[in-house]
């Protein structure tokens, strides 16, 4: 077994920024509709930082965000769900957490 890791931190005001020049092309690119639906700047910037952590810990290309949601449990606990199964992934664990201007998000990847 081996374990990856992947980390990213997103200031939320440049992300705000290209939300509002890109609008809703941008949205489509990063995000299905059920991680937009009624979720703030704050939000969506954390689960951008966690698409781009999980991308980073399974070697995902750049911009390869639709291949996996960030859903979160009933208890509010994020985690990383694949529209396509990843052959190897044993187990995987999201955390993301916000701060002033920032969202930061840590996953790790355990695979066989």
Same mark, same amino acid.
């Given at each position: 077994?081996?374990?990856?890791?992947?980390?990213?931190?997103?200031?939320?005001?440049?992300?705000? +920024?290209?939300?509002? @020049?890109?609008?809703?092309?941008?949205?489509?690119?990063?995000?299905?509709?059920?991680?937009?639906?009624?979720?703030?700047?704050?939000?969506?910037?954390?689960?951008?930082?966690?698409?781009?952590?999980?991308?980073?810990?399974?070697?995902?290309?750049?911009?390869?965000?639709? +291949?996996?949601?960030?859903?979160?449990?009933?208890?509010?606990?994020?985690?990383? @769900?694949?529209?396509?199964?990843?052959?190897?992934?044993?187990?995987?664990?999201?955390?993301? @957490?916000?701060?002033?201007?920032?969202?930061?998000?840590?996953?790790?990847?355990?695979?066989?």
């Amino acid at each position: 077994m081996a374990l990856h890791v992947g980390c990213d931190l997103v200031f939320i005001p440049v992300f705000r +920024e290209r939300l509002g @020049t890109a609008g809703d092309l941008l949205l489509d690119r990063i995000f299905h509709a059920s991680e937009r639906a009624g979720a703030s700047v704050e939000s969506l910037a954390g689960r951008f930082a966690a698409k781009e952590a999980a991308c980073k810990a399974l070697g995902l290309p750049a911009g390869a965000w639709l +291949e996996l949601v960030i859903e979160h449990e009933a208890s509010g606990a994020p985690r990383v @769900t694949f529209l396509q199964p990843r052959p190897g992934v044993r187990e995987i664990a999201v955390s993301i @957490t916000h701060a002033g201007d920032y969202a930061v998000a840590m996953v790790a990847v355990v695979r066989a």
